[in-house]
């Protein structure tokens, strides 16, 4: 009697990922993913199934605004104020792990790597771009053509928008998180996130903020450093937004005066740090009548 023949393997795989943390080799077509750090945004454009992914903080439960109609709302949501629990984790049977930008990766690497093949970030936590990180996600599933596809999709509205709005090119921008009475967080990095996205529709990062902000840090009383052609701030609470807009010295800086500010909430402001496929279109769009006022000054 003829043994039978073993499955014949999937085109493409085994995929072998290599990364800041190790080498992952995906032996078949994955079909029951936990993405930890919004790797569901770029799988649920391709159409492969995410059975966990990292829990919304700051509105527990709940799907992040981005992601409302794309993005299935029955995913189990992980983790919470306590961390990540590997239990929880294998109770889903996952079959890969994608940690492109999880961070704290290094203290749960081996704990999930036990659980399933696990793919973390290439260099650095938050450093690699979003175009870069939806990437290694189609490979590790099998999907590079069509996630390139999407990538360029979305590159091609960035490059619209920039198009529609010309006034925007040399115009300088700020980001800021107020966190705190009194102090403000300040993205100093010319080559960060924003600094990326912005750039793609001809903006730079202020002068002043990269001379003179010094640990990421300014107190109220110098807020007048911040001021931009654009800023962006993102509030820690409403109250912290109520004292703020309450400041003499908030509603003396010019972009506040000409209406140049994007005002958003922790949620807008966990975009602008974590951009994904799915949530660069959605910040500009929340973004774009400001982006307009910028354009036309």
Known sequence: MEEPSAAA????FPVTIEHALGTTTIPAPPTRIVALSYEEDVLSQVGVVTVGRTENFYDPGS????????????????????????????????????????????HVYQGLSAIAPTVGYRTGWGEATWQDTA???????????EVEQRIRKVDGMVAGLAAELPGLAGKTFSSVFYHDPGQFTVDTNPD?????????L???????VVAEVVNRSVGAERMG???????????????????????????????VRDGRVFESDVLGATAGNNPTLLNVPWQLEQQRAVLERVAAS
């Open 9 to 12: 393997p999937t085109p493409g």
């Open 135 to 145: 990437r290694v996600i189609g490979r590790a599933v099998g999907e590079e053509a």
């Open 63 to 106: 799907l992040h605004p981005w992601q409302e109609g794309a993005v299935d709302p029955r995913i189990v949501p992980l983790g919470g104020p306590d961390g990540l629990d590997l239990e929880e984790v294998a109770a889903l049977e996952p079959d890969l792990v994608l940690a492109t930008n999880y961070y704290g990766l290094e």
């Open 225 to 255: 450093v911040i001021d931009a052609d654009l800023v962006r701030l993102g509030y820690a609470s409403d109250d912290l937004r109520a004292q703020l807009t309450a400041s003499p010295l908030f509603q003396a800086m010019p972009a």
């Open 192 to 200: 960060g996130h924003t600094a990326e996205l912005l750039g793609q």
């Open 202 to 208: 001809g903006m730079v990062m202020s002068p002043r």
